[in-house]
């Protein structure tokens, strides 16, 4: 289970341009749950899942997953937290400019004292999931922004993180490949992932499979 308790995100604290992102949010997400957060450009939706992810720290509450407080882990700790825990899929992909799907599906195993055929099997596999295995020896620049997509959400599966965490994904894709992630995501519910994606984006609106709305407004939870 995910809970988070009385969470500030303060930027420019105590200065003439103080801006609160986030405003005592408590919020409880069971494990395998996929959840979707609504709200308007500037709400805090991001920033939530920036925080949840590790990626920036609170100003202040507790964010509990898996019975690890992350918000008091140091940065080192939360690096690999993130790493084996977490899989995030960034709005702009983030892929690595020069290197083939199969590499950059393969980053995030870099550091670990993984052999060969068991890398192998892992990058393949989340390819796989990903139906992007077809385009593996392509370099990311030349894919389609569909395709870029599936290369991201094959690198965010690469580790078996129990979390799945979208931000924004179908910002910079048609309604065709839209379409196609919101099919990801039931797969992502199949394999029991733990799936929370923050959105504006109307499409994700009363998807049945889909466990909980949550909307954000002004930094709050509606």
């Known amino acids: 289970m995910t ?8 930027y420019n604290e105590n200065k003439q341009n103080e801006f609160t992102a986030l405003n005592n949010i408590n919020l409880e997400i069971q494990e395998a749950q996929t959840i979707i957060i609504r709200g ?24 509990i997953i898996e019975n690890e407080n992350i918000a008091k882990l140091p940065d080192i700790n939360i690096s690999n937290f993130r790493n084996e825990k977490i899989g995030f899929i960034f709005q702009s992909f983030n892929l690595i400019s020069g ?5 950059n ?3 995030p195993l870099v550091l670990k004292k993984i052999d060969k055929n068991q890398l192998e099997k892992q990058v393949t596999q989340a390819l796989k999931i990903a139906n992007i295995e077809h385009k593996k020896e392509q370099k990311v620049e030349n894919l389609s922004g569909g395709e870029k997509q599936r290369c ?31 099919e990801m995501l039931k797969k992502f519910k199949e394999l029991k992932k733990t799936v929370i ?12 499979f889909v466990d909980r709305y949550i909307d954000i407004k002004d930094a709050k939870i509606e």
């Open 99 to 103: 290197l083939n799907t199969f590499e």
């Open 197 to 208: 994606v923050a959105t504006h984006d109307s499409l994700f609106d009363n998807l049945e």
């Open 105 to 107: 599906v393969m980053a």
């Open 40 to 63: 308007k450009s500037g709400s805090g939706k991001s920033t939530l899942l920036s925080i949840i992810a590790g990626l920036c720290k609170p100003t202040s509450g507790d964010i």
């Open 3 to 10: 809970k988070i308790t009385n969470l500030y995100k303060i």
């Open 152 to 182: 991201a959400i094959a690198r965010a599966l690469v580790m078996n993180p129990s979390i799945i965490l979208a931000d924004e994904p179908t910002a910079n894709l048609d309604k065709s490949n839209s379409l196609i992630f919101i």
